[in-house]
């Protein structure tokens, strides 16, 4: 779509506003032209020589016209620039919303920075455009025609005068529209890249200090701000050229109308008032005609960016074949799963994957580092799009289950958790709003993070954690992320590699307490550590995309395999470490 077509139903949902606006406009427009007229009428009258008294009523009628005009000024752009704040707050919502449903794919080839310079510069343009830039689009043909109307009526051999400038005028606004509109669309893509270099480079402060690379971060970010430097002065240099020629037009006609109407033109004094009354007073709408030349073009090439993020269409979603059981209860089946990413089918992610998990059980996965154990459990929850009945949860093709469902019945716990910038209670409850501090302290018991959150932390479950939990440790990130989990009371856990930050005890803890109370919960337990699913009902071991050996630990032992050889090697360098 158009960035036109793609507004329009924004437009429409608050057309009620819109035509009041457009109205109150057209009556400001109307008015517009009283006061040359009413002037016109007062300098003939004391041309005439009137007494006060005669000239009174029109005085009156000059100053009442004057405040009806200046009333409807200010209510017209009132609606329309509400208006078009509503737009905007709308827009911005179905572009999170939208945000939300794209598929972890997606953010992997976005930068963050640019997409907030979408969700806030971009949009803001977008504003500019349905407020202002409508307002002026309605009011400013009204303004003219209007206005060229009389002075034609009055006369129209100065009215000739008048327009002569404009025809240069409209030819020199359009070379400038376009050139503006290119210049804004390079300056708006260049300041998304300079939010992201400040997002990642905030993200990554410590990698950059240890790394001692702050003098090429600096470098690299004073790269990118001399772009949109040279992009701003582009747009600047466009900017000065189409005010100058704007700004010349009303000076140009003011002259034209003094000069012509006294030495060529039979025109009265009063004719002039009004000639030059109309000429000051479209001065500045055509001033201002330039500058929506600019908020149009922003607004336009805003749109365009906002819209190829609203064109990108979720892959994973609800479809329309949905299944609607009344809940999850746990059990996972793996049916000969092929899973390649874009770009790398030659090398499968995942190829010929088939187990199933009972209801309750638990699934140690193991494997070197790229074997596929992240895009196993992965699949689970739909975090990739997979074929159908290739995964089946209580015997239900995973792709006809609704997301919302499949996704609240299960808890994950990834390696690198993610916290929010809030308290630690609120991250812990984040799953589940409405749990209560008993809930909280519980979850957080049995994470095995409650003595660090009521002895370390200064504020204990109130203490804000910082931007991605930046004020904990690893170990304490990857508890409460697992504390969050739990309260969720999930009827499948997946844990992938979420205990690498802590310690052998610990970990051991963690997981004693999951065995005893997982009762009817299904466990999925990635590690890089044999010790965490010693005690799984089923093993999996990956090795490039594959399954190449399963079962228990006592069965994997015997087989003498990959696995117990990386089992007695983890063993002895437990030992050696004691």
């Not at 208006?83 to 179905?94: K, P, S, Y």
């Not at 803001?124 to 409508?134: A, D, F, K, P, S």
């Amino acid at each position: 779509m158009s960035p036109l077509q793609r507004l329009w139903p924004y437009v429409r949902r608050f057309h009620g506003a819109y035509v009041l606006g457009g109205a109150l406009t057209v009556g400001y427009a109307i008015f517009f032209q009283l006061p040359p007229l009413l002037t016109r009428e007062l300098v003939a009258r004391l041309e005439s020589g009137e007494t006060a008294g005669q000239i009174r009523p029109v005085v009156a009628w000059l100053v009442a016209a004057t405040l009806v005009f200046g009333l409807l000024r200010f209510l017209s752009r009132r609606t329309l620039f509400r208006a078009g704040r509503r737009v905007e707050n709308e827009l911005r919502n179905d572009f999170y919303a939208h945000l939300q449903k794209l598929p972890e794919s997606y953010f992997a080839g976005q930068r963050t920075g640019d997409l907030m310079s979408r969700a806030v510069n971009d949009i803001n343009n977008v504003r500019m455009l349905l407020g202002m830039g409508v307002l002026n689009i309605v009011q400013t043909p009204i303004l003219y025609f209007a206005a060229l109307g009389v002075m034609v009526w009055v006369n129209w051999e100065l009215a000739l005068w008048v327009l002569l400038p404009y025809p240069l005028f409209a030819v020199l606004a359009r070379f400038f529209a376009r050139r503006i509109h290119a210049t804004v669309l390079a300056q708006q893509e260049q300041i998304g890249q300079i939010s992201a270099a400040v997002q990642e480079n905030a993200s990554g402060v410590f990698v950059v200090r240890f790394c001692a690379m702050q003098e090429r971060e600096r470098e690299r970010f004073e790269r990118e701000s001399r772009r949109l430097y040279y992009r701003q002065i582009e747009m600047a240099m466009a900017h000065t050229g189409m005010f100058a020629v704007i700004s010349t037009v009303p000076a140009l006609t003011q002259i034209a109308v003094l000069y012509v109407g006294s030495q060529f033109v039979s025109a009265t004094s009063a004719d002039l008032w009004m000639f030059y009354m109309y000429t000051l007073q479209l001065a500045f709408p055509t001033m201002m005609l330039g500058w929506v030349l600019n908020i149009v073009q922003r607004g336009l090439a805003g749109m365009v960016r906002i819209g190829e993020v609203l064109d990108e269409l979720p892959s994973i979603r609800d479809r329309a074949d949905a299944v609607d059981p009344a809940r999850v209860r746990g059990a996972v089946e793996f049916s000969d799963l092929h899973l390649s990413y874009s770009g790398r089918e030659a090398s499968p992610a995942l190829a010929g994957i088939d187990f199933a998990a009972s209801q309750g059980q638990s699934v140690g996965i193991v494997g070197p580092v790229g074997s596929g154990k992240s895009t196993l459990v992965a699949a689970i929850p739909r975090l990739l799009e997979i074929p159908d009945e290739a995964l089946r949860i209580d015997a239900h093709d995973v792709n006809r289950l609704p997301l919302r469902l499949l996704r609240s019945s299960i808890a994950m716990v990834p390696q690198d958790s993610f916290l929010f910038s809030a308290s630690v209670a609120d991250n812990i409850r984040y799953g589940a709003p409405d749990a209560g501090d008993d809930e909280v302290r519980e979850a957080a018991r049995r994470a095995h993070v409650l003595g660090d959150i009521e002895e370390e932390l200064p504020f204990g479950f109130e203490t804000l954690v910082g931007e991605r939990g930046v004020t904990l440790s690893g170990g304490q990130r990857q508890r409460i992320a697992l504390a969050r989990a739990l309260i969720l009371d999930p009827a499948i856990l997946i844990l992938d590699d979420a205990l690498s930050s802590v310690d052998y005890a610990t970990e051991e803890a963690i997981l004693k307490e999951l065995r005893t109370s997982r009762a009817g919960r299904t466990c999925f337990i990635v590690s890089h550590r044999l010790s965490a699913v010693r005690d799984a009902d089923l093993i999996l071991v990956l090795d490039a995309g594959r399954v190449i050996e399963s079962g228990g630990h006592a069965e994997l032992l015997a087989e003498g395999g990959v696995y117990a050889r990386t089992y007695r090697h983890q063993r002895l360098e437990a030992e050696l470490e004691v």
